[in-house]
């Protein structure tokens, strides 16, 4: 049974939507349940929030005048390491499909339950640290083909001591990838070791993040050599590790 971390209270959220009918009413209902809320109507308040004030988690609506949410997505992630949950329209499944590609750590379709917004900002937050503190646990520093990776600061060191980026979802499922080294994981199996609450709800997910990983770590992310794809059985991590 997995056992549920609180979020801080004092965690950080930034809305950003066009719609200020929706600004105003996300931000009563989470502010009333501990979380401090601002909100941003386009990329420009945006990056004037981001400037001033350290932000935990971004929820960023697609479809927002200027640049949309896919292309600040896409920018965020050059910058900021900081989680995004993205609200899209129901049925643009493509939307989805993008966002991952870019970086979004989650998304919600909406029209949504501001309830199950708040549930999902929570989970992310657990998996990404922003939580009360834990007792660590053993096995936190591994070695494999020259990489090293510290699971307690969340850092990814490439081959000649250079750090390498990865938001939480590409971390969450490449740490499951090294502690089950040299094992062949489907899909399912990897969903539920790397949290088995990451909102993802259709098949490429897992697909999609693999693939950011490659483009991060392989030196031909088409003929990977760190993560290998096993043919109607999911994915195997070969390098062998060692820990700390």
């Known amino acids: 049974m997995m056992t549920r971390v609180p979020v801080k209270s004092d965690a950080h959220i930034l809305i ?99 309830r199950e917004l708040l549930a999902r900002i929570r989970a992310v937050l657990r998996r990404n640290g922003a939580a009360e503190p834990r007792r660590p646990t053993s096995k936190q520093v591994y070695h494999f083909a020259g990489w090293t990776m510290d699971c307690s600061r969340r850092r990814l060191m490439a081959p000649g001591d250079v750090r390498v980026e990865l938001t939480m979802a590409e971390f969450n499922l490449l740490q499951t990838f090294v502690r089950s080294a040299q094992r062949v994981l489907s899909r399912e199996q990897l969903i539920e070791l790397s949290g088995g609450d990451s909102g993802y709800s259709f098949d490429r997910s897992v697909d999609i993040l693999v693939s950011r990983l490659r483009r991060k770590m392989e030196d031909d992310p088409k003929t990977p050599k760190l993560i290998l794809t096993v043919r109607s059985g999911g994915y195997q991590f070969l390098p062998e590790t060692t820990s700390e």
């Open 16 to 114: 950003v939507d066009d719609d200020k009918g929706i600004r105003d009413l996300l931000q009563e209902f989470f502010q009333k349940r501990g979380l401090h809320t601002s909100v941003a109507a386009d990329g420009t308040e945006m990056e004037a929030v981001l400037r001033r004030a350290q932000v935990d988690l971004i929820v960023l609506d697609v479809m927002l005048p200027g640049k949309s949410g896919l292309e600040l997505c896409r920018e965020l992630r050059t910058n900021y390491a900081t989680p995004i949950i993205m609200l899209t329209a129901v049925n643009e499944t493509t939307d989805r499909v993008v966002g991952l590609e870019m970086g979004a750590d989650d998304y919600v379709p909406k029209p949504f339950d501001p």
